[in-house]
């Protein structure tokens, strides 16, 4: 089976701007939660959709928000950057979260 | 909620020593503990997982054991080889199986030859 992809790979953004992310889970599974990992944080939980429901939502936030489609590919928004948004942002997809849950190759944004 | 704490930072052991990397969790309704691999530059890979019914997995090299009692586990590494050196994150699941992943800070571990 193909992995989880995530596009794009790097994103460079100004301060004030929105992004969107993007994930495509490991056919068949359902559940897509996303990550952000920084040096000084770790790796954060930031919220989880199955079957296009979030069912989890960590502690961001609003400008932190996301969606799941009908063929379980997920994306995340942020809107109103700041320069603390710079992180890679990891996607991981489960049959059903929290188990076994395998990484994308993440999404490296940089705000300026 | 749910809280974890990953023990040491950094470890470094010498090829073919074994590795102990501890973690302790505070939800006592956390029943799924994964460790992740990451090497620099690349995605955290699964590598084994524990699940609270079972107090120790086995897989070649790497083992996992579970104290819930205690609220804590730890990864093994027996006989490395410098391809181990990369940074080791534990997890626990946040209110048993209806939440989500919450990791360790990571612990980076140098296997010198």
């Known amino acids: 089976k193909a992995g989880v992809t995530q596009t794009p790979r790097y994103l460079i953004k100004t301060r004030g701007q929105q992004v969107t992310l993007s994930c495509s889970p490991i056919s068949g599974h359902r559940s897509v939660s996303w990550y952000q990992q920084t040096p000084g944080q770790g790796l954060q939980f930031l919220f989880e959709y199955f079957s296009e429901t979030q069912r989890n939502k960590g502690n961001f936030p609003g400008r932190f928000s996301g969606r799941q489609f009908s063929n379980s590919r997920s994306e995340m928004n942020v809107s109103t950057l700041e320069l603390g948004d710079s992180a890679l942002y990891l996607c991981?997809?489960?049959?059903?979260?929290?188990?076994?849950?395998?990484f994308g190759p993440g999404t490296r944004l940089t705000v300026t | 909620g749910e809280n974890v704490e990953q023990h040491p930072s950094t470890l470094s052991v010498q090829e073919g020593d074994s590795a102990v990397i501890k973690c302790t969790y505070s939800?006592?309704?956390?029943?799924?503990f994964p460790w992740y691999k990451q090497e620099l530059g690349k995605r955290p890979q699964l590598i084994i997982d524990?699940?609270?019914?079972?107090g120790e997995k086995k897989d070649q090299r790497i083992a996992v054991t579970l104290n819930k009692t205690a609220k804590h586990f730890s990864l093994h590494i027996t006989e490395t080889q410098p391809e181990d050196s990369a940074v080791y994150f534990c997890a626990a699941s946040s209110r048993g199986s209806q939440g989500n992943l919450i990791f360790g800070k990571g612990t980076k571990l140098s296997v010198k030859p």
């Open positions: 524990i699940r609270s019914n079972v």
């Open positions: 991981a997809s489960s049959v059903d979260s929290p188990y076994e849950q395998y």
């Open positions: 939800d006592s309704a956390s029943n799924y």
